[in-house]
């Protein structure tokens, strides 16, 4: 049996495997990474391609390994080097063909490709000395199987299916049996890949947080008409939550609430949803000055036909035909893993607060065999749990209750320093 299970090789759950690997002295043929993916971090990859970001949001410090400096030393050395221009201001952001780069070498050294199961959990058993996830393989000829160990980690991300509003779930059933089901996507659907199609004249996008802006962007670039329709005018922020999150300015308040229901409101309040920083505003602004994209704000879909070849959207007095039509309405916000984890929640009793999610202890556990990252831990890691850089928490958070001991606040004013650096 081997001593870790962890479900989700995206950037939380490769990220854990390095820190068991790098600081708790697990070996790496002790670790199982269950996705039902066909690469670690395929999802990653395909949705920051899909949104054609050239950019991360989150500075440099934010990356996979467990060292601090390396992403930046990776920059200056090696295969790095090919990147023309690593960073961009402000906060030192690192360009995504570079922060792959190095994901492909950390993986590459600490062999953790070789680490990967593919399959996707439909059961937890969790017992007195190991927990076993089952799961399904629809890709394999023997279609389902297990993984028992002693430890298992929860690093599922959002929801597997993206946000479709009714409308557009009306277009999509018209447009796939008239035969055209490329008319309307979710940028974040499984599998999808966004390939720009020349006979797509003019595209609309639905959101205008700052997917839905990269991809207009991008579009435009390509030479197509874009429309852009947000519920709100455009929102400015540098990230996507206050950087006092990221450290002691904030936590240590929140660390201190005692009611599930106010840490969710003040997650709520943290989260700067829907928003764009600076630059990709001014490259926004200068395509509408163009006359590349259109940008319709306050608007809402009331309903949709697809006719024609086209895809018409009215939104309230205005009428809009497009030849094609992308979502990007981010993921629904209920917790992750469907039926299979409900179903474990109710068998051992697992603590969840009111909205669902997960109650863990500080190293994270929400059961002695049972460790949970990502969205599921955001009760507990706050604002940033989602991101990369709670992603570094939940890693530290894990190797400290396995070493049984816990970081220290020096550490923790540390790491705010280089965040703002
Ligand atoms: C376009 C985009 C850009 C972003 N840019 C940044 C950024 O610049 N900086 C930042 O800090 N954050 C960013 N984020 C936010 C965050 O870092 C990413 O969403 C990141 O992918 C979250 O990692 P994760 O491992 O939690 O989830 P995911 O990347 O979604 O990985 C989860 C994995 O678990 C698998 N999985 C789920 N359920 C099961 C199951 N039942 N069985 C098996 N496998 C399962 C999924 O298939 C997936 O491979 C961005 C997000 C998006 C969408």
Redesign the pocket.
Known sequence: MRDWVI????????HIAARLIAEAGVSREDIAI????EA?????RR??R??G?RY???PAV?HLDPSTRSLQQFARSGRGRRVAQPFTRPYS?PALELFDLHCDKMIEELGLGELHVR????SLAIFDESVRVG?SRSAAKDGHGQLEASNGVL????P?DPDWPDWALGVKSASSTAGHPAAIDHI?D?GFELVDDARDQTVAVIGAG??GSQVAIRLAREGRHVFLLSRHPIRVHQF?SDPGWQGPMNMAGYSRLADPRERRARIRNARHRGSVPSEIHSALRAAIAAGTIEHFEDVEVESADFNGGQVALALGDRRLEVDRVLLATGFPGHR???G?LDDAIKLYDLPCAECGYPLVDRGLRWHPRLFV???LAELEIGP?S??????QRAGERIVAAVRGSSKNANTLKLEEELVLT
Not at 34 to 37: G, I, S
Not at 155 to 158: D, E, I, S
């Open positions: 479900v989700g090789g995206g950037p939380h759950g490769v269950l996705d039902d993916e670690l971090l395929a999802r990653w949705c920051t899909n949104s970001m991360l949001r989150s934010h952001r399959g996707r959990a439909n799961f690093a599922l991300g959002a597997q974040f499984p700052i997917s996507d992750p893993g469907a299979w990252a990502g969205s940033v989602r991101n990369l850089s709670g992603a």
